[in-house]
Nanobody, 115 residues
Framework: QVQLVESGGGWGQAGESLRLACAAA????????MAWFRQAPGKQREVVAE???????DYSEAVKGRFTISRDYAKNTVYLQMDSLNPEDTGVYFC?????????WGKGTLVTVSS
């Protein structure tokens, strides 16, 4: 089992920055890719950014150029640096980790961006 705990959510104004962190614990050996998803009010959960075990990254079009995903393998932690925030970035952000065919999820952290 892999436990994921997100932190760093909160409130920000348009144009500001926030940084999310997701710490993995438990059976962390064998975790391959990690990702951030978000779910806005009344909408489906969507992928925001992914990072592979080789640190290859991919972003949704909505956040490309504004968000940066990174990974600290020694700390088993993945980060999401969110710059130039806008109100459309509001939602619950979830961390996900893939390990040997199973996807694990954190409980999420709320990000609210006001105009």
């Amino acid at each position: 089992q892999v436990q994921l705990v997100e932190s760093g959510g909160g409130w920000g104004q348009a144009g500001e920055s926030l940084r999310l962190a997701c710490a993995a614990a438990g059976s962390v050996v064998g975790i391959s890719s990690m990702a951030w998803f978000r779910q806005a009010p009344g909408k489906q959960r969507e992928v925001v950014a992914e990072i592979s075990s080789e640190s290859d990254t991919d972003y949704s079009e909505a956040v490309k150029g504004r968000f940066t995903i990174s990974r600290d393998y020694a700390k088993n932690t993945v980060y999401l640096q969110m710059d130039s925030l806008n109100p459309e970035d509001t939602g619950v952000y979830f961390c996900a980790a893939s390990r040997r065919g199973t996807t694990y999820w954190g409980k999420g952290t709320l990000v609210t961006v006001s105009s």
